[in-house]
């Protein structure tokens, strides 16, 4: 087989698909024995990058007989568009429209013809707020171990009441954030992939007046600093095994965060996560059985504590409601079988602590509050197939015998 590069068609590298881009995806190489199996899979290679529309390969009769010129045909698609959308937010609990949250989108799939990323979105709610540049460049020039960087700033404002909920006085308070960084994303080996970066932010408290505080109603301090904010800047290390891809399969994430005090105010502190999933086949059953746990040392701001409990946590708890902790462990079991069509029944456990390390936070939180601890909910749902993602409707009864109905949007953390 031999390679014609495009500039030999007189064609512009700078546009459609035939860039540098192109020559990265494509394995075929010159003066290679033609390979259908080969050409088929850069075909697909080229497809998963997201910007063609088509893409096909068709052989030409070169000079010499016993070669062969193949001439990859692409269409590119439109590269730019606007979207709109919506979802649940966690940290809202009750309301009128408890949760809901609206967003738009701008995203270039395609920029400078090749196939970096640009997305800028927002997405507001009763109390959320978040504005976000993301850009992504998923190959660097130049780089042979397939190596992404990620450019991101983002301004957010989340309700505070997963750690800091419960005023008496009925009050809200919000966490603010500005946080900017960049991530180095590559593989790792097969079914492995790690990411490192540097991540600044810059985050503080406020009331629903937006006026800047530094305690909660119970007087617990709601910055590690004493101030009405705190500065960190954080490097991060993730390693992500992941299976076949479907939600049921295995997958295990381990992450480290370290904070790095270059300046005397910043803050100096360590937190390690980790999640795992194994899921099984079990006739038309699956069980799917879950397991995170974390731990955090140093000079932390209490609204970071680890949260136990909620849709995501322990179900028939509100969000919260179990714990907030230096440390925690969550593990969750179901099993799902199909119903009719695109709906399916659930059954499931959850099971979660924070391993009595709730007062150790600045202020123990979740002590002024009497959250348990610790605590195990149970129940039954349906999740019904949707072009948002799975939607989960779930009833569940918890270990103090209280009863709750839950919603969500899409697979489980």
Known sequence: MR???????GLNRGTGAF???????????????YSVFQGKRDVETVLTMGIMEDVSIIPQPAGDTDKVDLIMNVVERPSGGFSAGGGISSGITSGPLSGLIGSFAYSHRNVFGRNQKLNISLERGQIDSIFRINY???WI????????????????????????????????????????GIE???????KWSGTAGLIFQHAGARDEKGNPIIKDFYSSPLTASGKTHDDMLIAKFESVYTGSGDHGSSMFVFNVEQGLPVLPEWLFFNRVTARARKGVEVGPARILLSLSGGHVVGNFSPHEAFAIGGTNSVRGYEEGAVGSGRSYVVGSSEISFPMLGPVEGVIFSDYGTDLGSGPTVPGDPAGARLKPGSGYGYGFGIRVDSPLGPLRLEYAFNDRQAKRFHFGVGHRN
Do not use: C, W
């Not at 750690?163 to 603010?176: A, E, K, M, R, Y």
């Open 3 to 9: 390679y014609i590069p495009p500039e030999d068609f």
């Open 141 to 180: 020039e130049g780089d042979d171990k397939r190596t992404s960087r990620s450019i991101m700033v983002q301004n957010s404002r989340t309700p505070g009441t997963l750690v800091h909920g419960n005023q008496p006085d009925n009050s809200n308070l919000t966490i603010g954030r500005v946080t900017a």
């Open 184 to 190: 180095f994303s590559r593989p790792i080996r097969p």
């Open 136 to 138: 992504t460049d998923p």
């Open 19 to 33: 860039s540098p881009l192109t020559g990265k995806t494509a394995t075929m190489l010159t003066f290679r024995v």
